[in-house]
């Protein structure tokens, strides 16, 4: 987990006594992560290069916290730019770089030649009208979710503050989630709305379930750990490790692209109107080819009940490699380095050099960020530390949530109960024990396996 040591690495300041080759080793490596790093009377600076991003905070961290306990929920947020805002970063020349996006944009234009030969249109729009149809449920869910959870905030500031006792909040907070997914999801059955947008509205709904969880889960614990710190004579002083639950900084949290609460969150001098305009041109047209995509491959599904399974698997197999990219790129790149960037949100980790993964549990780690921060530490290292589960049990509970969401996003797309996706996923505990047999790490044969599983 490259995070959690990154972290590490930073928040365990060497001694006096150190050899001045490893301190010097240490400095190497944080100037190259894009942070200068200097020390004070015991503790450490760290302070991103303004060439990165225009950053105008510090963040002090001094030796680790007097509770262990606490130690789980350290900041893992850092300036640093997203791998393919400058490709050089992910070992990828521009003129690869290059090459694939004019290989899309003429993947583009072929299929605009052929539907203008074959309707007489350029851009058919039917399918268009289709999938955005009652396209407003999802602005009406948006903001009834962002009003009911300032509910899980006042009840988790009312916790911290000691106005009510924790098991009351644990109450409070469960009823919280038992009410938001039902509601949730009868509201959006109750309209027609296309597989693509119902699973978007889908997805919007685990992200604010997760978001409110990393809220009040953070908050309780290290509220706990204070309490139980200072009364040994011994209270906590990091400020990463102390509860905020100002409504400003709540309400950053539930805009800014992250899943992981913290205390403070990294973030740029000002917002770049050229930057954004890069990345809204480039989201634009990389959704536009997404969009003719689906229109290249709507025949074929439509010839599902005439033509031979495998035929139509076989022409299905490169449109949907090409969605799937596009759809990365769009969503992982574009939309959220958008967000980053109006939210002045510094850290914009979204991804991982995941196409050049060799073993499964390698791409899982890489590929999705947020959520792979917010699995690692509410589920996979939580259940370790508060129900006491080995290694083996927390990644089965982290993959049997994982599954879980994603299931409900698959009822909530198709209105029906196939536990098809659910399955495969759990089937993947295995598949990353299998990938990490040595012919498979660190492989160009491991790369090829990895690229056809998940493709």
Same mark, same amino acid.
């Given at each position: 987990m490259s995070t959690e040591n990154n972290h590490k690495d930073s928040s365990n300041h060497t001694s006096s006594s150190s050899s001045s080759s490893s301190s010097s080793s240490t400095i190497k490596r944080k100037v190259k992560d894009g942070v200068n790093t200097s020390n004070h009377g015991g503790s450490e600076t760290i302070e991103a290069k303004p060439s990165l991003l225009g950053l105008n905070n510090k963040v002090l961290l001094n030796t680790p916290p007097h509770s262990p306990s606490l130690e789980r929920f350290s900041a893992l947020s850092k300036p640093r730019e997203s791998l393919l805002t400058s490709p050089e970063m992910a070992n990828i020349q521009w003129g690869t770089f290059n090459y694939i996006a004019l290989a899309y944009v003429m993947a583009g234009f072929s299929i605009m030649a052929q539907m203008y030969k074959e309707k007489g249109v350029i851009v058919d729009m039917e399918l268009f009208w289709t999938l955005t149809k009652n396209w407003h449920c999802g602005l009406i869910l948006s903001v009834g979710l962002f009003l009911f959870s300032q509910v899980n905030y006042i009840q988790t500031r009312l916790m911290v503050k000691g106005y009510i006792p924790n098991r009351i909040s644990i109450v409070l907070y469960c009823l919280w989630q038992l009410v938001a997914f039902p509601v @949730?999801? @009868?509201?959006?059955? @109750?309209?027609? *709305? +296309?597989?693509?947008?119902?699973?978007? $509205? =889908?997805?919007?709904?685990?992200? $604010? +379930?997760? &978001? #409110?969880? +990393?809220?009040?889960?953070? #908050?309780?614990? *290290? &509220? &706990? =750990?204070?309490?139980k710190a200072t009364s040994n004579n011994s209270p906590v002083t990091r400020k990463d490790l102390i509860p905020n639950v100002s409504f400003s900084h709540f309400l950053y949290f539930m805009v800014a692209p992250t899943l992981v609460f913290e205390t403070s969150f990294p973030k740029t001098k000002s917002i770049r109107p050229s930057y954004i305009l890069k990345e809204v041109l480039a989201g634009f047209g990389t959704f536009f080819v997404f969009y003719l995509m689906l229109n290249l491959t709507t025949p074929f599904y439509r010839e599902c009940g005439t033509e031979s399974f495998l035929i139509i698997l076989v022409q299905l197999s490169l449109p949907s490699m090409s969605l799937w990219m596009l759809g990365f790129y769009g969503v992982f790149h574009c939309l959220l380095n958008i967000f980053a960037e109006i939210t002045k949100y510094a850290d914009r980790e979204f991804y991982q050099d995941w196409w050049n993964a060799t073993t499964f549990d390698m791409w899982w780690r890489r590929w999705n960020k947020p959520v792979y921060r917010f699995m690692s530490r509410h589920v996979y290292t939580d259940s370790m530390h508060t129900i006491k589960l080995n290694k083996f049990w927390a990644m089965v509970s982290t993959f049997l949530l994982s599954a879980l969401l994603h299931e409900i996003v698959m009822i909530i797309s198709f209105r029906f109960v196939r536990p098809i996706l659910s399955t495969t996923m759990l089937l993947q505990i295995g598949l990353v024990y299998f990938t990490q047999l040595p012919i498979f790490q660190k492989t160009r044969f491991g790369n090829v396996i990895m690229w056809i599983t998940i493709n």
């Open positions: @949730s999801m @009868s509201y959006l059955f @109750s309209y027609e *709305l +296309s597989p693509i947008l119902s699973g978007g $509205y =889908g997805l919007q709904l685990c992200v $604010y +379930s997760l &978001k #409110n969880h +990393s809220y009040w889960h953070t #908050n309780y614990f *290290l &509220k &706990k =750990g204070g309490v």
